[in-house]
């Protein structure tokens, strides 16, 4: 079966100015569909840009990048972001909601973005697996980081995404809290099959995928 | 979310809708006053009576100010055509009351009553002297005149009859009195013409223009469709320099509330951005927000300017403020129209913001 996600001698290259700062330096990883992956590594080896990268959020230097068959180099701006909106969940460090919308919209708006409509039974059925179905009309400054947290899976996976990409998803939750979230990206991907790349600087966490992929300075040392 | 943004920032809102609302408040009132002054004086010089109008040769047809007065001899030669019932020069001289424009008429009062059929006089009666002036009901009652009194205009005068409004001026001074003070002997700023019968209006103006071929000659009813019509041929410099202002402030206003907006929400707009929204939705998210500011303001305005005029023409009765359908809704397209200009640029920038830079934005 092909790849869900593969890459081949990926770089990126920053330019700031008139340094260059490699990020990527030739990334070489295959990830099938259903699987989770961790990606651990430290800071500043170029996680990040590579979760960038496969959401499409900025464009590779250089190398092959498949995702689900679509080949970044050859894709406009415009048509990444239309595969973003149908093929990418986010999940954040920082939860990233929007903080003048309620839990409820902040899911819905993702609905809206997708354009696909209000879907009633998917809307109830993730906010009920994430344990949020009773704190929807709050803002997110009412909410705790954890539930934070969870309203953000909530609409990373509410347009159900091919893949979920999370960067640090449990870096600003307490053990309790990264415990939870850990619970239910893992039974996301039992139960559904969803396919996780997750960065992790916390070995616990690497724990909960099936397979763990190394990195350092901008390459893959091993999985 | 549009909402909510709008409301997350209530200082930058109100300011927002404050001047889309005097943006449009300024339109509607300028516009307002002007074609309220110009009904108004066009209702008089109506009231006058007469049917024909004659202004010397490039005169500024509303209001008739002209620096070069035709020799009062016309009216002679305009009284011999044919149909021609009677014929009164008037002279006009600009004053002004309390801020407020008026014209004062130097007339000829035995040609004046043949044209107008004489005045109603409420308080005394018509000039005795050289020094003698008329004033109309409301002039007087605005201004607590009384009959008798010394009144001011430019000299002094005496106010010997107090009469009912309506024909030409509110304030009314011997002809040949007007002539001294303008410098101006022998002359006259208008001739009216009243015909034997209004039926020959077209011909006498005719046989006028054969007369005095440069002249400006109108009948009164043509008169009537120009000044009252909504598009204010004369004040066009004027009030278009006004409207401009006006959007001007709008557009501004509008443009730097959106930029700073987009500024303090970088990072939500590139959280849209990873949730996949286009260029075009989030170009869409701060034109619409740009459009609910506007629709609020242009209600407020709506509203501030009836509530404006009611006010000012309540404080200030010789000041009438009509306000037509038509110029609110132009001003209203004026103000969504800049409204969206304004939005505009601050909605590319955003939509085109690096998604990963925004996300990192603090
Ligand atoms: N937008 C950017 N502009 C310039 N340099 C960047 C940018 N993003 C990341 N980098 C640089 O690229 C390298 C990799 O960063 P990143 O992918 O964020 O690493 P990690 O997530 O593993 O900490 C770092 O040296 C970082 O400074
Ligand atoms: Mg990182």
């Known amino acids: ?223 | 979310m549009i909402v909510e943004n709008v409301l997350h920032r209530p200082i930058r809102t109100l300011v927002s809708i404050l001047a889309v609302a005097i943006e449009v408040g300024m339109v509607m009132l300028v516009v307002g006053m002007t074609h309220g002054l110009l009904n108004e004086y066009a209702k008089r010089v109506e009231g006058v009576g007469a049917d024909v109008m004659i202004q010397p040769p490039n005169a500024s047809f509303f209001f008739g100010l002209s620096s070069a007065p035709m020799p009062v001899k016309i009216a002679d030669r305009l009284a011999e055509l044919p149909h021609v019932l009677a014929v009164t020069p008037v002279l006009f001289q600009s004053y002004s009351t309390g801020g407020v424009p008026i014209i004062v008429y130097g007339i000829d009062m035995p040609s004046w009553n043949r044209v107008t059929g004489g005045f109603v006089y409420l308080q005394g009666g018509p000039f005795r002297g050289p020094n003698d002036i008329l004033v109309d009901d409301i002039y007087a009652r605005d201004n607590h005149i009384r009959l008798g009194q010394t009144l001011n205009v430019y000299q002094d005068f005496q106010v010997v009859g107090i009469v009912e409004h309506g024909k030409g001026s509110r304030l009314f001074i011997p002809l040949a009195t007007a002539q001294d003070m303008a410098g101006a002997h022998d002359k006259a700023s208008i001739f009216y013409v009243k015909c034997v019968d209004p039926a020959y209006t077209d011909s006498v103006i005719a046989s006028v223009r054969q007369l005095l071929p440069n002249y400006t000659v109108l009948s009164i009813k043509q008169f009537m469709t120009l000044v009252t019509s909504n598009d204010l041929p004369a004040l066009t410099a004027f009030i278009t320099a006004l409207i401009a202002v006006a959007v001007c402030i709008g557009f501004l206003v509008i443009f730097l509330s959106m930029y700073t907006t987009i500024t303090e929400r970088t990072r939500e707009i590139g959280i849209l951005k990873s949730l996949g929204a286009s260029k075009a939705y989030i170009i869409q998210v701060i034109l619409r927000e740009a459009a609910l500011l506007c629709l609020v303001g242009i209600v407020a305005g709506i509203v501030g300017t009836i509530v404006a005029a009611r006010v000012i023409q309540s404080s200030f009765p010789t000041i009438s403020v009509d306000l037509t359908p038509l110029w609110g809704l132009r001003a209203a397209a004026l103000a969504l129209a800049g409204a969206l200009l304004g939005a505009f640029y601050p909605a590319f920038r955003a939509a085109r913001l690096d998604p990963v830079d925004a996300l990192a934005y603090e």
């Open chain 1, 1 to 223: 079966m092909e790849p869900l996600i593969a890459t081949q001698d990926l770089k990126k290259v920053y330019r700031v100015g008139k340094v260059e700062v490699h990020a990527l330096r030739g990334v070489d990883l295959v990830v099938q569909e259903g699987e989770f992956v961790a990606v651990v590594g430290p800071s500043g080896c170029g996680k990040s840009t590579l979760l960038h990268i496969l959401g499409g959020l900025t464009p590779p230097t250089s190398g092959r990048v498949l995702v689900d068959g679509n080949d970044f180099m050859a894709m406009s701006d415009a048509e990444r972001t239309r595969f973003r909106r149908h093929k990418i969940g986010f999940v954040f460090q920082r939860y990233n909601l929007l903080p003048t919308l309620t839990a409820r919209d902040n899911i819905r708006i993702a609905q809206h973005i997708q354009g696909n409509g209000f879907n009633p039974h998917r809307f109830a059925m993730v906010t009920e697996m994430l344990g949020i179905a009773d704190k929807l009309n709050r803002k997110p400054y009412a909410l705790s980081g954890g539930e934070q947290q969870r309203v953000a899976i909530a609409r990373a996976i509410i347009c159900e995404p091919k893949i979920l990409l999370a960067d640090e998803p449990t870096g600003n939750l307490d053990s309790e809290n990264s415990q939870i979230v850990l619970n239910m990206l893992r039974t996301l991907n039992r139960t559904f099959r969803q396919t996780i790349l997750m960065i992790t600087h916390n070995p616990e966490a690497a724990a909960v995928a099936d397979r763990i992929v190394r990195m350092r300075d901008g390459r893959i040392v091993g999985s």
